[in-house]
Nanobody, 122 residues
Framework: VQLQASGGGLVQSGGSLRLSCAAS????????FSWYRQAPGKQRELVAN???????NYADSVKGRFTISRDNAANTVYLQMNSLEPEDTAVYYC?????????????????WGQGTLVTVSS
């Protein structure tokens, strides 16, 4: 399973960006798509995730500003980021829990994208 993330860049405080991450390869489905971020000198943290059912979780720091969505047919997840703040500056990573195997012998594996840099200037 390969994850290709895109959409990062440089934006001014208060601006918006939209990240995308497309999963490709051989898998049955993507159970959970997640976005994580890692700022310089800090640990990687969960930003948001979305289950195949549509259930969504957000980190408190992004609630009301970020929106995660997915297109199951395209195996793609999006992160719409509004009202960006300098504190949102980080490398953003896409993560997917993929369901693999054949009928009667399914299993899950975790995959990471390459990361996309988001820089918010004050």
């Amino acid at each position: 399973v390969q994850l290709q993330a895109s959409g990062g860049g440089l934006v001014q405080s208060g601006g918006s960006l939209r990240l995308s991450c497309a999963a490709s390869g051989s898998f049955f489905s993507i159970n959970v798509f997640s976005w994580y971020r890692q700022a310089p000198g800090k640990q990687r943290e969960l930003v948001a995730n979305i289950h195949r059912s549509g259930s969504i979780n957000y980190a408190d720091s992004v609630k009301g500003r970020f929106t995660i969505s997915r297109d199951n047919a395209a195996n793609t997840v999006y992160l719409q980021m509004n009202s960006l703040e300098p504190e949102d500056t980080a490398v953003y990573y896409c993560n997917a829990e993929a369901r693999l195997g054949v009928l009667g012998s399914r299993y899950e594996n975790d995959y990471w994208g390459q990361g996309t840099l988001v820089t918010v200037s004050s």
